[in-house]
């Protein structure tokens, strides 16, 4: 499974951006899907993930009612809506792909930055 993420870049405290993460190979379905992000010199970090079906997720409490996490399996995409972004959002932004949420990744894509400036 390939995951290629999109919709990083600039924005000012305060402002929104919208994250994609488009899926290709076979199985997509069967995935959770989550976002992790990496802070400069931080470690990674989960943000949030959607179940294989998008009936559950869950968010950090660092982004809950800012960050909304949806999936359209019919395109295979997952999105990361951003919104009262604070420049402690600035970072790295990956998606992967799990068994289930809160399980090992089993795929990585090759991030996309956010920086929030302030």
């Known amino acids: 499974l390939q995951l290629v993420e999109s919709g990083g870049g600039l924005v000012q405290s305060g402002g929104s951006l919208r994250l994609s993460c488009a899926a290709s190979?076979?199985?997509?379905?069967?995935?959770?899907i989550a976002w992790f992000r990496q802070p400069p010199g931080k470690g990674r970090e989960e943000v949030s993930c959607i179940s294989s079906s998008g009936d559950t997720s869950n968010y950090a409490e660092s982004v809950k009612g800012r960050f909304t996490i949806s999936r359209d399996n019919a395109k295979e995409t997952v999105f990361l809506e951003m919104n009262s972004l604070k420049p402690e959002d600035t970072a790295v932004y990956y998606c992967?792909?799990?068994?289930?949420?809160?399980?090992?990744?089993?795929?990585w894509g090759q991030g996309t930055q956010v920086t929030v400036s302030s």
């Open positions: 992967a792909a799990l068994g289930w949420c809160g399980y090992v990744v089993d795929f």
């Open positions: 190979g076979r199985n997509y379905d069967y995935y959770a």
